[in-house]
């Protein structure tokens, strides 16, 4: 071949970056679809294949040297746009041999989970605990779980409820910002299916579990919009190493379990004289727990000492739990992480029934339905596509006859030990995924963000900083200072004062603790209290330090479970809050007591929400 020229050697050099560009953008959709190193191979290969082709086409019209890598590039950008992560069940044990755990028989037929491979905890997945909510039973309390013949196999965790995609483009580009960088991991790690079909738990017991062992019976968080019981964070095998019986629930979603009807209302009358709406969810998670009282004893389980706990939704969750009459007698001890529904007026996970029923009649028009049989007849596929989040619970007169609030003040709730709390810095991922294509909170903006919220009152709020904010930065900080308090912090406030005007103990905390992943960001914390630092694969996100950490919350949280105090020898110690002197415990690079950072705030926050409650 001749010697090239300047511009078929600029051709070479500008194509071939470009070309590195678009098989970078399929190596980075490879990692989040997780289609392993088969494909990586196949890239390569295509790569070298189209290198030479270029070489080939040297001389050819600018147009055909120019298609090949128009083509790499358009074909990487769309299918990086496009696609979506693999779907498929997940065994709850993953490994070759995986031993068989003992048949059991529960409510609905005979089930047999499987061990770990250390044989020290046996996994039940995937157990239904009602009746399948799809067709005519769409938007109807749970039914008694269906009779099944045969042993179900309970190895692999079921489906997640219905809900809507989340862009995995964003999830990673959110990851590559907390990371700190782009960490390729060719790891298969896939989506559960979604379906109707989803009111299923899983139960993580102690192979040489004893009669009488302790349960802890965890909702997952995701603005009662998403989540699943699959997630790594909360996986229960290290509970059950400790002692505990561990079970995670699935209950329905978003349009399919918080959409509120005045006809849905009248049917629940005519049906069962119920008259209820809006809370199918929450009515999941109760029928999850009688499910519990009535079966757990075959797990070697002690009925009479359940803990509660959720994050995020998942907290404001069992905040309703604790105060709704159906879940009476059915747990003794609440750990909620980061939500709350005990305020007059709580800013999130909860609505008054009026606006319940407006957006379900907007859903109606939406679909353009009629009647009840048109919307049961909607695909759930098409159904998830709304474009209204129903992502709040509701006082419907019969799973809560009150709020939370009214329900703790007459001292009509059901725990009797509360352990909750925060993350330093709650309101920060969605604040940044707010504000990830715009300005985020500056001196320019702050203000009139705020005041969007808090209206005149801004003014008196901010008083609390005069002096402090001087630069973007400060602005930044006070704005997510503020954010996180009034939806997380306050709330949790409130809960704990009515909880202990009601002669409970309380223990609170606030998370601290910086890492190499979410840090203290909201959610951050669940993988430390369940004890699964040490199962994180990627090395990058934590260290010993963490570890260290996360042991110290893993005793708390199971001498919790186990005795309604945290407390425990070798841990240091936990006092009981109160809200004379407001004292909560930092778990972070410390762990020791101290005075409650957020306190100056809470004044404001109490009159605001009064005031908020004045005016409804």
């Known amino acids: ?19 590195a560009i ?10 989040i679809t997780n289609l392993q190193a088969f494909g990586v191979v196949l890239m390569l290969i295509f790569y070298c294949a189209f290198v030479a082709c270029m070489i080939v086409f040297i001389k050819k019209p600018w147009y055909v040297k120019c298609a090949g890598t128009v083509a790499l590039v358009v074909l990487a ?6 696609a979506a992560p ?165 209950y329905r979603l978003g349009v399919f379990g918080y959409l ?35 079966n757990i004893a075959k797990f070697k389980g002690d009925k009479n000492n359940v803990t509660i706990a959720g994050e995020s939704a998942g907290s404001s969750s069992v905040s309703a739990l604790c105060s709704t009459p159906l879940a009476y007698g059915l747990f003794k001890q609440a750990i909620g992480e980061s939500s709350s529904t005990v305020l007059q007026v709580p800013p999130h996970t909860f609505r008054t029934l009026e606006k319940a029923y407006k957006m379900g009649e907007d859903i109606k028009k939406e679909f353009g339905c009629e009647t009840l049989a048109q919307m049961r007849e909607l695909p759930a596929e098409e159904l998830i596509k709304t474009k209204y989040q ?59 963000r705020l005041q969007s919220i808090f209206g005149e009152d801004t003014d008196t709020l901010l008083a609390k900083y005069e002096g402090k904010i001087n ?29 202990y005007n009601n002669s409970e103990k309380v223990y609170r905390y606030v998370f601290t603790k910086e890492n190499g992943y979410m840090g203290t960001w909201h959610s951050g914390e669940i993988i430390y209290a369940y004890g699964n630092v040490k199962n994180e694969s990627k090395s990058y996100r934590y260290d010993e330090s963490d570890l260290k950490l996360s042991d110290t919350m893993f005793n708390y949280w199971i001498n919790f479970v186990k005795t309604g105090d945290p407390n425990g020898e070798g841990l240091p110690q936990w006092d009981e809050w109160n ?37 409804l």
């Open 1 to 19: 071949m001749k010697e090239l020229t300047k511009g078929q050697k600029a051709y070479l050099i500008v194509h071939s970056i470009l070309s």
């Open 22 to 31: 678009g098989l970078v953008l399929l190596l980075f959709l490879l990692d």
């Open 77 to 82: 950008i769309v299918f990086f746009f496009t």
């Open 86 to 250: 693999l779907t498929q069940h997940l065994a709850a044990v993953q490994g070759k041999n995986v031993e068989k755990a003992a048949v059991l028989e529960v409510e609905g037929g005979q089930i047999q989970g499987v061990k770990t491979l250390d044989g020290k905890v046996e996994i039940y997945a995937g157990i239904p605990y009602a009746k399948a909510p799809v067709g005519d039973l769409r938007w109807k309390e749970p039914q008694d779980v269906e009779p099944w013949e045969g042993i179900k196999d309970c190895s692999y965790f079921a489906n997640r409820a219905m809900q809507a995609s989340t862009s995995f483009m964003m999830n990673s580009l959110q990851d590559m910002y907390l990371e700190g960088g782009w960490h390729i991991d060719l790891k298969s790690t896939p989506d559960l299916p979604m379906s109707e079909d989803c009111l299923y738990l899983n139960v993580y017991k102690p192979a040489n579990a004893n009669e009488n062992t302790p349960v802890l019976v965890y909702y997952h968080g995701g603005s009662l919009m998403s989540g699943t019981t699959a997630n790594k964070d909360i996986y229960g095998a290290e509970m059950a190493k400790n002692g505990i019986i561990f079970v995670t629930v699935a």
């Open 260 to 294: 509120a009807l005045p006809e849905l209302k009248e049917e629940s009358y005519e049906e069962t004289t119920h008259e209820t709406t809006g809370n199918y969810g929450l009515l999941d998670q109760v029928k999850a727990l009688e499910w519990v009282n009535k």
């Open 390 to 448: 129903n992502s709040a619970m509701t006082i419907d007169g019969y799973a809560l006859p009150e709020s939370p609030y009214e329900i703790y003040k007459k001292g009509n709730n059901n725990e009797v030990a509360l352990l909750n709390g925060v993350n330093a810095g709650e309101a920060d991922p969605f604040i940044f995924l707010e504000y990830l294509f715009g300005k985020q909170p500056n001196l320019d903006n702050y203000k009139e």
């Open 471 to 499: 630069s973007d930065k400060e602005a930044n900080k006070v704005f997510n200072e503020i954010i996180s308090t009034y939806w997380f912090v306050y709330p949790h406030q409130s809960w704990s004062t009515m909880a």
């Open 579 to 615: 809200p004379i002197n407001n004292r909560v415990i930092e778990l972070g690079a410390k762990v020791e007591m101290m005075d409650d950072p957020y306190l100056f705030l809470y004044d404001f926050m109490k009159a605001f929400d009064e005031k908020k409650a004045a005016n």
